[in-house]
């Protein structure tokens, strides 16, 4: 490939990223007009925050990420990583100004409002539809702004600190304000009353966006890697060549109680075969082998014709 093609290639790539980008931006901007402004709960992360202050104050959640997200970016520009920055910037003006804009259209004949009786319908359709988006982007080197970025840049300047768990600990005080923001009025007291409802419904979104998020950013080349310890290494990756149509990579052991010499064969195969893996093995008594998850495939991972 000569340098304009993969300059051409890299192009096209780039555009497809920001397209894509903004069609997951404008998902997630329905999401909340359709599912969490109504809900009287609040999302994890900025986006949470500007959930509760438009329920407090009437302040538009677009208005207020547009306010936090733009300078954050610019902070990410310098001290995380441009690409990582521009496309960041890129979702939270599309997000913001999408929001803005389907509020103004009323959407409400659309809109799931509980109204109190099944409540968790909208977290988890909001929490499907996150764990979606935030999924794609962070495939694409991008964030939804607010806390990720946060956790970004404390994760950058302090590599001690874990990303993930930066970014819990920012979710857990969104989870923990929201119980006195979503507070009622009780009418035969007149006496504030807050429940932990809006809490657990925090806590059930987060987790359903970022368990899908997760695995839609390990990707579905998801397989299992069998270790085998044998002394009938080239029968038994025959079998595997023959049978399951993937290879083996075969390496030398030594036992360390009798330090007998063995052969240690590799394979990665996909988990649906590991029924015929075991039946496999199971013809050679002698034979030990362990079976391990591997979250993602990367490169030449394909059936051997």
């Known amino acids: 490939m000569t340098e ?52 407090k104050l009437g302040f538009s959640v677009g208005y207020f990420s547009l306010i936090v997200n733009v300078p954050l970016s610019i902070v990410a520009f310098f001290y995380v990583d441009r690409d990582f920055a521009l496309k960041s910037f890129a979702f939270t003006v599309i997000y913001s100004v999408s929001y803005i804009l389907l509020e103004k259209a009323d959407l409400s004949n659309f809109a799931y409002v509980a109204n109190g009786t099944d409540t968790i319908l909208p977290v988890l359709a909001a929490g499907i539809i996150g764990g979606f988006v935030y999924g794609q982007i962070f495939r694409l080197n991008a964030s939804s702004g607010g806390t990720d ?66 695995n ?36 030398h052991a030594v036992g360390m109680y ?10 990665v195969v996909n988990k649906h075969q590991i029924y015929e893996f075991q039946q496999i093995l199971a013809k050679y008594p002698e034979t030990f082998a362990y079976i391990s998850t591997v979250s993602a495939t990367v490169g030449n991972f394909k059936i051997i014709k």
């Open 258 to 267: 009798k330090h007998n010499e063995k052969d240690l064969l590799i394979c």
């Open 149 to 214: 970025i946060i956790a970004k840049v404390i994760s950058q300047k302090f590599p001690a600190f874990n990303f993930v768990w930066v970014s819990f600990a920012l979710n857990v005080l969104v989870a923990a304000a929201s119980y006195f923001v979503y507070g009622e009025v009780d009418p035969s007291t007149g006496e504030m009353v807050y429940n932990f409802k809006p809490v657990i419904l925090c806590i059930i979104y987060c987790f359903t966006s970022s368990r899908l998020g997760d």
């Open 216 to 251: 839609i950013l390990k990707g579905s080349k998801t397989a299992v890697k069998f270790e085998i310890i044998t002394d009938h290494a080239e029968e038994i990756s025959r079998e595997i060549i023959y049978e399951l149509k993937h290879s083996a990579t075969l390496t």
């Open 4 to 55: 304009s093609e993969l300059k051409k290639k890299q192009c096209t790539k780039l555009v497809f990223d920001y397209l894509k980008i903004a069609v997951m931006a404008v998902l997630l901007a329905l999401a909340y007009v359709l599912f969490i402004i109504n809900n009287r709960f609040a999302p994890a992360g900025i986006n949470g925050v500007a959930t509760m202050i438009e329920y």
